[in-house]
C-alpha cells in the first residue's frame, strides 16, 4: 500500500541560505564559534582554491557524490549527556606533521554510523579545529581521499578525485597547532561516477537493448517523431503484416534534391512490455498479459531487422534504411490512417483490421513501446494487384514469378536465404512508367516491365556475414500452424513447410512437435522456398487470362499470331512447373531449392543466364550462382521450339486447368 499523506505536518527541516558556506562542525548543540559571513571570502581564500579552478572542467561540474546538504537533510536535535560524551564515537582523522612531512591515517575499525574524513573543504563549508601541540605547518597538497575506508590519490586519479572535490593546496596554518578540516559521508557506500558518463539505463531501453543496438538514434516519444513527419510528409496506411502495420508516407509538396524514389514505407510493430512495468495489481497485470500476447518481443524484431540489413545488399529485396523505437500512445495521423485503411476495406467487403483501434484509450497504455521498421517504397503488394486484375495477363504472372525464383535462387546463394512467408502480400512490385504496348516475343523475361521485390522477413532465416544465423523459432509459434485453410489456403502451405522440414513429407501430421528436431528452424531448408513458390503460383494461375481459351489469330495477321503463340507457350512452361512444385512431388524430385529450380529453367531455355543475375559485377553475393549456372554449360539461345511441350493452337479452352489442390 501507498505510504499514508499526513496532511499539515510541518516539516523539520532547517532552511539555512548560508548552508554552502557553513561547517560540518556547525551543528545544532554544537559549542563552536560561530562562522562570521564577513570573513568567508578570506577564510576561502586561504585555502587556494582559485589555484585549481583554471584547470576544472566545468562541463562536469555536479555535487560530490556521497555529499550531504543541511537544507535537505532533518537531523533531531538530541542533547547528550556531557558524562556520556567520552563514550562517542571519535571521528577518523588524519593528522598533518609538517616537520616530519608524513601524514598518519587514523580510522576507526567499526564501519557503522556517520563517518568522518580529515581533508579539507566540502560544500558545506571549511572550518578548523584547533588540537593539542604540534610542530607548525606550511602546507599539504595532494591528500589522500579516504571514502568508507577506500583511498584515492589525486596524483594517481586527478581525474576521479576531480568529480569528488576539489584538492585543496597550500593550507598555513599559525606554528605549534594542527589542522583538522572534515567532510561528512553517508553510511551508504560511495560509488565514484566519471565525469560524462551517461546516466543508467531505464527498465524500457534495458528492455530494447538489442533493439537500440541496432538504430541510431535514441528512444523517442512517438508523438514527437510523428510531429517531425507530418510537417512534411502524409501519412496512409497501405498493409497489414502479422505483427506490425505498414504505412506509406508521400510528399506534401515538392522538396528540392528528394524525389518520389526518396519516400519510405514504414513497418510499426507493437513491443511487449518489459516485466518490470507489469501493473502490480493482478487484474491489471493479467489483461496487460493477454494485450501482449500478439506482440512481438524486442529480440525477434532485432532479427528480422539484422536480416533487412543483410538482405539488403541482394537484388530482389527491399532497401533497408532505418530503425528506432519509439514510446507512447500512436498519435493523430496514425490513428486517421487506421480508420481510413479500415473505411477502405469495409467499402470493398473486406475484413477489417486485426489490431486494436489506436483512438480508444484501452487499445494501448501510454507507456507502449513500439518499433518502427523504415524501408524504401517498393511499390503496392501484390496481392492488391490481382485483387485489381492488373497481373492477369500471362506476360504480367510470367515477369513476376520468374523474378521472384530469381530472388530467391540470389538470396540462397549469397546468404542461405528461407523466407518462409511468402504469400502475396509479402511480394511488392513496382509498375512501369509507361504502359507496354507492344510485347517483344523474342525476349524471354521482362516483357511487362513490372519490377518485383521480397519484403517482410518477420520469420525468415539467414546466414549473417560474421557466419551468425539469423531466424525465428517457429517451434514457439504452434498458432501459425493451426490457421483454417478453408478460408484461406495459405494456412495450409505452413503445415506443408513444417511437414518438409521435419519430416520430408509436405503431407505430414503432427499432433505434437516432433522432440528430436526441435531446433530444426535455425538449419537450412531451401525446400521452404519452393512449396512458397508453389503457393504463389497457384494464386497467380488461379485469375490467369488463359492464352489458350482465346481464339488464334489468322495467320495473315503475323505479328498477333506470333504473340499469340508465345503466350501459349509461356502458359504451358507455367503449368509445368506448378506439376513439379506439387507438395505431393516436391520432396521427390531432384527440385531442392529455388536455385535448382533456375538451373532447371536456364537449362530448359525458359529464361537466359542474364536475365537471372544481371550486372554480375556490381552483385557479390550472385557469384556462387553465377558459377553453379555455368557448370550446366548451357546454350542461352536455345530456342523454346525445342522444350518437350505439346503446343494447341487452336484449342477453344484451356488444355489444362490449374491442378486442384489437396483437400485436407
Request: charged share 30%.
Amino acid at each position: 500500500m501507498p505510504r499514508r499523506q499526513v496532511y499539515g505536518k510541518r516539516s523539520r527541516a532547517i532552511y539555512d541560505p548560508f548552508a554552502a558556506f557553513a561547517s560540518p562542525q556547525r551543528m545544532p548543540g554544537s559549542d563552536l564559534q560561530e562562522v562570521q559571513i564577513p570573513n568567508l571570502t578570506e577564510e576561502l581564500s586561504r585555502f587556494g582554491f582559485a589555484d585549481g579552478e583554471s584547470n576544472r572542467d566545468y562541463t562536469s561540474r555536479r555535487r560530490a557524490l556521497g555529499e550531504r546538504s543541511v537544507n535537505s537533510v532533518v537531523q533531531m536535535r538530541v542533547s547528550v549527556p556531557k558524562e556520556r560524551k567520552s563514550r562517542l564515537r571519535a571521528k577518523p582523522k588524519i593528522v598533518v606533521d609538517d616537520e616530519e612531512d608524513t601524514i598518519q591515517k587514523t580510522l576507526e575499525s567499526k564501519s557503522c554510523g556517520n563517518h568522518g574524513v580529515k581533508l579539507g573543504a566540502t560544500s558545506q563549508g571549511v572550518g578548523q579545529k584547533e588540537s593539542d601541540q604540534g610542530s607548525g605547518g606550511n602546507g599539504v597538497d595532494n591528500v589522500p581521499l579516504f571514502v568508507d575506508g577506500h583511498g584515492y590519490n589525486t596524483e594517481d586519479d586527478d581525474h576521479h578525485v576531480g568529480s569528488l572535490l576539489t584538492p585543496m593546496r597550500n593550507i598555513s596554518t599559525p606554528a605549534g597547532q594542527e589542522t583538522t578540516q572534515y567532510i561528512t559521508v553517508p553510511d551508504t557506500p560511495s560509488i565514484a561516477i566519471l565525469p560524462g558518463t551517461p546516466p543508467p539505463p531505464d527498465e524500457y531501453s534495458e528492455h530494447c537493448a538489442s533493439l537500440l543496438e541496432l538504430s541510431s538514434h535514441s528512444m523517442t516519444m512517438f508523438s514527437e517523431w510523428s510531429n517531425q513527419l507530418s510537417s512534411h510528409f502524409s501519412i496512409v496506411k497501405i498493409a497489414e503484416a502479422s505483427f506490425g502495420e505498414v504505412y506509406r508516407l508521400s510528399l506534401l509538396e515538392q522538396i528540392a534534391g528528394f524525389s518520389s524514389s526518396d519516400e519510405s514505407v514504414f513497418k510499426v510493430i507493437a513491443l511487449k512490455p518489459p516485466e518490470r512495468a507489469l501493473p502490480k495489481d493482478k487484474r491489471k497485470r493479467d489483461a496487460t498479459l493477454k494485450k501482449a500476447e500478439h506482440m512481438s518481443k524486442p529480440e525477434d524484431v532485432a532479427s528480422e531487422v539484422k536480416l533487412l540489413q543483410r538482405m539488403s545488399i541482394v537484388p530482389g529485396y527491399t532497401n533497408f534504411r532505418d530503425a528506432r523505437v519509439v514510446k507512447g500512445r500512436p498519435p493523430p495521423a496514425f490513428a486517421k490512417a487506421f480508420r481510413e485503411w479500415n473505411a477502405g476495406q469495409r467499402a470493398r467487403r473486406k475484413d477489417l483490421s486485426h489490431f486494436p483501434d489506436p483512438a480508444r484509450q484501452a487499445s494501448y497504455p501510454d507507456d507502449q513501446l513500439w518499433a518502427v521498421i523504415e524501408m524504401q517504397d517498393a511499390g503496392t503488394d501484390l496481392e492488391c494487384l490481382v485483387e485489381s486484375g492488373q497481373c492477369s495477363s500471362v506476360w504480367s504472372v510470367w515477369d513476376v514469378f520468374w523474378e521472384v525464383v530469381s530472388s530467391l535462387a540470389k538470396g540462397e546463394e549469397g546468404a542461405e536465404f528461407e523466407h518462409r512467408d511468402l504469400h502475396l502480400g509479402n511480394i511488392c512490385v513496382r509498375l512501369p512508367s509507361q504502359v507496354v504496348s507492344d510485347i517483344d516475343t523474342k525476349r524471354k523475361l521482362k516483357f511487362s516491365g513490372l519490377e518485383t521485390t521480397i519484403i517482410d522477413y518477420t520469420i525468415s532465416r539467414a546466414v549473417m556475414q560474421d557466419d551468425s544465423t539469423a531466424y525465428h523459432d517457429l517451434a514457439r509459434d504452434a498458432g501459425l500452424f493451426e490457421g483454417d485453410s478453408t478460408e484461406e489456403y495459405q494456412y495450409d502451405i505452413y503445415r506443408y513447410m513444417r511437414g518438409a522440414v521435419l519430416a520430408d513429407n509436405p503431407y505430414a501430421e503432427f499432433s505434437e512437435p516432433v522432440p528430436d528436431k526441435q531446433q530444426a528452424w535455425d538449419q537450412y531448408h531451401p525446400i521452404t522456398n519452393l512449396i512458397w513458390l508453389h503457393y504463389v503460383l497457384y494464386k497467380l494461375l488461379e485469375q490467369l487470362d488463359w492464352p489458350s481459351a482465346s481464339k488464334p489469330p489468322p495467320r495473315k495477321q503475323k505479328a498477333q499470331h506470333t504473340e499469340w503463340k508465345r503466350a501459349n507457350d509461356l502458359e504451358h512452361v507455367l503449368l509445368r512447373v506448378q506439376e513439379l512444385l506439387d507438395p505431393g512431388v516436391v520432396c521427390e524430385n531432384e527440385l531442392r531449392s529455388a536455385s535448382d529450380l533456375v538451373g532447371l529453367a536456364i537449362r530448359e531455355g525458359w529464361i537466359d543466364v542474364e536475365d537471372v543475375v544481371g550486372e554480375v559485377e556490381e552483385v557479390e553475393e550472385t557469384n556462387a550462382l553465377v558459377e553453379q549456372l555455368e557448370k550446366l554449360e548451357l546454350q542461352a539461345d536455345m530456342p523454346l521450339d525445342e522444350v518437350p511441350i505439346e503446343h494447341a493452337e487452336a484449342a477453344e479452352e484451356p488444355i489444362v486447368k490449374p491442378r486442384t489442390r489437396r483437400k485436407r
